[in-house]
């Protein structure tokens, strides 16, 4: 899991779709731990008790907090604006929008790549 496999799966998507939920990256769907997988952002857990490829939560919430990291670098540098929203995640915590900005529409047409810092 980085950082830099979140960010870009959230500029990407903003990228398609220039607003997206917290709640389409992190909830109980398996299309969204697909997604997630594919995108590199968290890895399959092989559970060999009964054959199926699962992701483990602990991994799921890990990669939903890096997603929501990246959300706030992008914020601090203008790219994206935030806004809570009155439904809740899977964890209780509230979501929320993320939509870009026209800086952040200049950027992702620039097809330039951001600089996330890690949290570690």
Request: glycine content about 6%; charged content about 30%; hydrophobic content about 40%.
């Amino acid at each position: 899991m980085s950082i830099e496999h979140a960010g870009a799966l959230l500029l990407k998507t903003l990228a398609a779709k220039s607003h997206v939920r917290m709640s389409y990256f992190y909830n109980a769907s398996d299309e969204s731990e697909e997604m997630l997988i594919r995108a590199g952002v968290t890895e399959i857990n092989r559970s060999y008790d009964d054959g199926d490829d699962e992701v483990d939560p602990d991994e799921h919430e890990a990669a939903a907090w890096l997603i929501d990291i990246a959300a706030s670098q992008l914020e601090e540098a203008g790219l994206i604006t935030t806004k809570k929203l009155a439904d809740l995640l899977i964890d209780d915590e509230q979501d929320y929008s993320m939509t870009l900005t026209q800086k952040g529409e200049a950027f992702v047409a620039s097809g330039k790549t951001f600089s996330f810092s890690d949290p570690g």
